[in-house]
């Protein structure tokens, strides 16, 4: 089998399937570890970046912040170098890598509650947009954020969220370590909605 027969195959794998009908973008999203080694061009990172601009937020604060640094720079390796041991065996495949942030209060100074919800719109705005050109989002919880925020000199009044391996749909599965071959192409599962969403009253098993 030909790379190219894998990523297709890779693909065709990881379509949800879907209970109910959905828009086809949310159902051929993923999040590969594996990427095309072709750098992300500019106008498409902007047209990400703009699809989180235009995310719903609370009051309109927008309270998102991000980083982002392409492969071969300093800033790349500085963000590669505040990821978890585990995320560091794949995510240099990743062309383009970033930093999520939020800010922690509102105008008046007060805690913003809904700031990580607001971030978290704004992400998956930007996760879709991405698909719609080709370009998978891997969004990453391992991340040291207090070793970004001095690594970046972040402001006290944000808060470091998440990492983020962006690039184009590709890649060699064979170049993964051994353990995460299997999740590349295997498929993708999801809790039913019985298991989420309640009709009137609280249901959880």
């Known amino acids: 089998m030909t790379i190219s027969s894998e990523i297709d195959q890779v693909k065709l794998e ?11 973008l949310l159902k051929q999203r993923y999040s590969p570890r594996t990427f095309s080694e072709e750098p992300v061009k500019e106008e498409e990172l902007h047209q990400m ?3 989180a601009r235009w995310a719903a937020s609370c009051y309109n604060w927008q309270p998102w912040r991000f980083i982002h640094a392409k492969k071969d720079t300093e800033a790349y390796d500085k963000i590669m170098d505040c990821l978890s041991d585990f995320n560091q065996q794949w995510a240099g495949n990743a062309p383009l890598l970033m930093l999520t942030a939020y800010k922690k209060e509102t105008p008046e100074g007060k805690e ?7 971030l978290g719109q704004a992400v998956a705005n930007m996760a879709i947009q991405g698909q719609y050109m080709g370009i998978a989002v891997h969004q990453m919880a391992g991340v040291d ?7 970046f000199g972040v ?14 749909y590709g890649g060699d599965v064979a170049r ?6 299997e999740n590349e192409t295997s498929p993708r599962e999801r809790m039913p909605q019985s298991d989420f969403a309640f009709n009137g009253e609280w249901k959880e098993k």
């Open 112 to 118: 913003n509650f809904h700031a990580l919800h607001d």
């Open 145 to 151: 954020w207090k070793k970004a925020h001095e690594v």
């Open 49 to 51: 970046l703009e699809a």
């Open 155 to 168: 402001p006290k009044d944000f808060h470091i969220t998440t990492a983020v391996a962006i690039g184009y």
């Open 176 to 181: 993964l370590p051994e353990e995460l071959k």
């Open 14 to 24: 990881k379509i949800a399937d879907c209970e109910h009908e959905i828009f086809a």
